[in-house]
Structures are given as C-alpha cells and as structure tokens.
C-alpha cells in the first residue's frame, strides 16, 4: 500500500521530520505507530513517534515535540514518546509489531 494513504502523511510531511530529528544528533531514528501506522486513522487523528537512540533524553524528546507541534508547518498533532524510556512492554511490544521506522540517521 502506498505510504502516504496507508499514513494520511505527505512526502512533504516527512521530509519536515527528517528535519527535525537532523537537527539533533542524539536522536538515531523515530518510528511512526499508532493508527497512523497501521492504516486505520481518522482525520484529526494524532501522529504518534517513538523517538530512538542510546543518547535520547527528556529534553531531546521535548524539543522534538516543540519543532513538530509549535514551529514547523504541520496540520497535526505529534505525541512524541521516548521508546528507551517506555516502562509498559505492552506498548514496546506494539512498536516493535506495526512501527514503521521512519527517518533513520546518515552514520
């Protein structure tokens, strides 16, 4: 299934995350889960990123969540969550299952 229909977000949307997690060297990768990842969103629906790298901290996933939710041009709204951090395996066991990796960092 194309990306965009199964996601709801444009080549132009993810381009603008890629941005953002560039601009922190810490962040490795961001995987997108949720509804959007497994095809069954609405419109409004949130956009849920797993945020990944052994240097990740608090402040790296706040200022993340700010560049997406505040500063860039992005009709939706981002829940952005520290995948290293994640105390309920139940969730870590659902991004493993349907996440999508979605920028991986240029080593």
Not at 84 to 89: A, E, Q, Y
């Amino acid at each position: 299934m194309n990306l965009v229909l199964r996601t709801g977000l444009s080549d132009s949307d993810y381009a603008l995350i890629a941005e953002a997690a560039k601009q922190q060297s810490e962040i490795e990768s961001l995987v997108l889960f949720g509804s959007r990842a497994k095809g069954n969103f609405r419109k409004g629906s949130d956009v849920d990123i797993a945020v990944k790298g052994l240097s990740v901290t608090y402040d790296s996933v706040i200022r993340l969540s700010d560049q997406l939710n505040e500063v860039l041009p992005l009709p939706y709204f981002f829940d952005v969550l520290n995948y290293n951090t994640l105390s309920d395996p139940e969730l870590k066991a659902h991004i493993d299952r349907v996440g999508m990796e979605i920028y991986i960092i240029n080593k």
